[in-house]
T-cell receptor, first 109, second 114 residues
Framework: KNEVEQSPQNLTAQEGEFITINCSYS?????LHWLQQHPGGGIVSLFM???GKKKHGRLIATINIQEKHSSLHITASHPRDSAVYIC???????????FGTGTLLAVQP | EAGVVQSPRYKIIEKKQPVAFWCNPI?????LYWYRQNLGQGPELLIR????????DSQLPKDRFSAERLKGVDSTLKIQPAELGDSAVYLC????????????FGPGTRLLVL
């Protein structure tokens, strides 16, 4: 079992829909990243959070430390949001960045 | 401010050939990471540098992979000889410090071994 699990693995949405991507982890963490990776592109950090909630534009990230769970929400989704969204945690015995396998999001016009 | 720079962006080689990737981190970033990302998977850490010192290379296949960061700035990752299974995207990232600092990723080098 992976230490960081994401769901769903693949997600197709219509433009304008509200999107939620979930991340669960099994190790103790000090912080959690949400990252975005476009096809053929590099990885961009969207959020780093250790508690509560953060908002940037149409993106919202929440984390529940007790439940070891985080969600990434996209409001009013747009085709340009199509990308792989990766959850990564600083945690475990070595405090390395441990990555989930990503969620492939396709937003159709 | 320039981001993390990697070159080349793409490389196609035959198996058993050597290959090298170069990374220039964001200016002032002491920590440099090399990751390998296989298709459909998250990145996997290969090696982490603090300045010129490799502080974590436990996941680096040392029989064929080597890395250096001689002056604590740019870094080179080498594979010799390359195998078919080495086909992947090799990502470089940098951060100001070690613990829980935001990592900034380069565009990656996409390697195809034939």
């Amino acid at each position: 079992k992976n230490e960081v699990e994401q769901s769903p693995q693949n997600l197709t949405a219509q433009e304008g829909e509200f999107i939620t991507i979930n991340c669960s982890y099994s190790v103790g963490i000090s912080a959690l990243h949400w990252l975005q990776q476009h096809p053929g592109g590099g990885i961009v950090s969207l959020f780093m959070l250790s508690s509560g909630k953060k908002k940037h534009g149409r993106l919202i990230a929440t984390i529940n430390i007790q439940e070891k769970h985080s969600s990434l929400h996209i409001t009013a989704s747009h085709p340009r949001d199509s990308a792989v969204y990766i959850c990564a945690v600083y945690g475990g015995a070595t405090n390395k960045l441990i990555f989930g396998t990503g969620t492939l999001l396709a937003v159709q016009p | 401010e320039a981001g993390v720079v990697q070159s080349p962006r793409y490389k196609i080689i035959e198996k058993k050939q050597p290959v090298a990737f170069w990374c220039n981190p964001i200016s002032g970033h002491n920590t440099l990471y090399w990751y390998r990302q296989n298709l459909g998977q998250g990145p996997e850490l290969l090696i982490r540098y603090e300045n010129e010192e490799a502080v974590d290379d436990s996941q680096l296949p040392k029989d064929r992979f080597s890395a250096e960061r001689l002056k604590g700035v740019d870094s080179t990752l080498k594979i010799q000889p390359a195998e078919l299974g080495d086909s992947a995207v090799y990502l470089c990232a940098s951060s100001l410090g070690l613990a829980t600092q935001t990592q900034y990723f380069g565009p990656g080098t996409r390697l195809l071994v034939l």
